[in-house]
Every structure is written in C-alpha cells, then in structure tokens.
Nanobody, 124 residues
C-alpha cells in the first residue's frame, strides 16, 4: 500500500489547514489510518487515528483543535487542523494497517505502511 500525504504548507498561527492521506489505487476500506508528526531531533508523535470502520482516537493535547475523518468519495483520510500554533510545525505522516485495535492506534511501530510526509509550518 503506497500512501500519499498532502496538503501541508505555510500557515499563520490561528489559521487552519487540511491534510489528506490517499492510498494509490485503492480505498482505505478495512484499514486503520493514523496521523503522526515529527520535528528534527524528536520522536514521531501520534496526532490522531481512525480505525475501520470508524472509531477515532486523538492525542489528548490536540483533540480540541484537530479532527480526523474519512472521505469515502475521495478514498482519503483527512486531518483538519484548526487554530494552529507554531508548535504544530512538523512533518506530518499518515500510516495504515489492516489489523490494529483501537488501543494501538497511537503506536507508530504497529503500522505497516507509511506515506512520505508533508511539511506543515506555522508562522507566529
């Protein structure tokens, strides 16, 4: 499964950004998908995950500002980022796996497939 994360860019603090994760040539039916982010020198951090068919988990610190959802028409997993802050600056990755249970959505090591990442930069 080849994943493609897109939608990153430069945004001012307080603004919004929507990231999209797509899978080449297939849908996400049956897959759990997670969003992670990473800054240089730090470990990859869990952002949000959505388990097939629909249970959702968020990082506690982000759940009031970020929303993950499925766009079945576009075969995409979306991450809506609102009220962004400079500390949200990172490379954002999407990942997928067929067999994750809800309690494992936050664990990067449990995902089999990863996209290449999209840079999000929030200016102050």
């Amino acid at each position: 499964v080849q994943l493609q994360a897109s939608g990153g860019g430069l945004v001012q603090a307080g603004g919004s950004l929507r990231l999209s994760c797509t899978a080449s040539g297939r849908s996400f039916s049956g897959y759990s998908v997670g969003w992670f982010r990473q800054v240089p020198g730090k470990e990859r951090e869990f952002v949000a995950g959505i388990r097939w068919p629909g249970s959702i988990k968020y990082a506690d610190s982000l759940k009031d500002r970020f929303t993950v959802s499925r766009d079945s028409a576009k075969n995409a997993i979306l991450l809506q980022m609102n009220s962004v802050k400079p500390e949200d600056t990172a490379v954002y990755y999407c990942a997928a796996d067929r067999s994750l249970i809800s309690s494992r959505l936050a664990y990067a090591q449990d995902y089999d497939y990863w996209g290449q990442g999209t840079q999000v930069t929030v200016s102050s």
